[in-house]
């Protein structure tokens, strides 16, 4: 059974930091390519990040550039986004997703493989 779990998600203040992690299973993860999406509240779906198999390339979303940071650790399994100088406007939950071609981008939802989601909250 393909498994992706978020976990890291929580309340932040203005500023503040998060990490989220994600912990694939049931597939190969250094095969696929990996993003991370987020949904604010009644608002679609916003890609934010995504990195490569190997994890030599990743890309941002314009808003995210200079403030989070996606990695992997193919060893374990296991994506990971670092979310420094948080916003209200970053309040959203946040979503993995594999894709085996390395989709992503503002237009591309028709990932392989999604997790549950973690939220996060940012407020004072």
């Known amino acids: 059974e393909v498994q992706l779990v978020e976990s890291g998600g929580g309340l932040a203040q203005p500023g503040g930091s998060l990490r989220l992690s994600c912990v694939a299973s049931?597939?190969?993860?250094?095969?696929?390519?990996m993003s991370w999406v987020r949904q604010a509240p009644g608002k679609g779906l916003e890609w934010v990040s995504a990195i490569t198999w190997h994890g030599a390339s990743t890309n941002y979303a314009e808003s995210m550039k200079g403030r989070f940071t996606i990695s992997r650790d193919n060893a374990k399994n296991t994506l990971y986004l670092q979310m420094n100088s948080l916003r209200p406007e970053d309040t959203a939950v946040y979503y993995c997703?594999?894709?085996?071609?390395?989709?992503?981008?503002?237009?591309?939802?028709?990932?392989?493989?999604w997790g549950q989601g973690t939220q996060v909250t940012v407020a004072p």
């Open positions: 997703a594999a894709d085996l071609f390395g989709r992503h981008g503002s237009t591309w939802t028709g990932y392989d493989y």
């Open positions: 049931g597939f190969t993860f250094d095969d696929y390519a």
